[in-house]
Nanobody
Framework: VQLQASGGGLVQAGGSLRLSCTCSRRTCSNNAMGWFRQAPGKEREFVAAVGWNGGSTRYAESVEDRFTISRGYAESTMYLQMTTLKPEDTAVYYC?????????????????WGQGTLVTVSS
């Protein structure tokens, strides 16, 4: 199973970006998926997660009301719409596929990870 994240880039504070994640195998359609991020010098942290059918979502408190996670028509795809971006959102964003079908927040619940895409928010 391989995951490919894309959509990162440089944006000014207050701007928006949409990250995408595709899974190379149809098995991801039966699994929850999530986004994590790691800023320079910090540990990887949970951002958002979505259940196998897109019906349930979880968000970190720091991004709730600004970010929206969703799954595509092909359920092996996932998106993260990020709005009102702040400099503290600067990080490498990783997509991941969970062992189960329920949206979860702990990194240990995910067994497949993408390579990450860099998001830089300038002030």
């Amino acid at each position: 199973v391989q995951l490919q994240a894309s959509g990162g880039g440089l944006v000014q504070a207050g701007g928006s970006l949409r990250l995408s994640c595709t899974c190379s195998r149809r098995t991801c359609s039966n699994n929850a998926m999530g986004w994590f991020r790691q800023a320079p010098g910090k540990e990887r942290e949970f951002v958002a997660a979505v259940g196998w059918n897109g019906g349930s979502t979880r968000y970190a408190e720091s991004v709730e009301d600004r970010f929206t996670i969703s799954r595509g028509y092909a359920e092996s795809t996932m998106y993260l719409q990020m709005t009102t971006l702040k400099p503290e959102d600067t990080a490498v964003y990783y997509c991941a596929s969970a062992r189960g079908s329920v949206a979860v927040t702990t990194a240990s619940s995910y067994n497949y990870w993408g390579q990450g895409t860099l998001v830089t928010v300038s002030s």
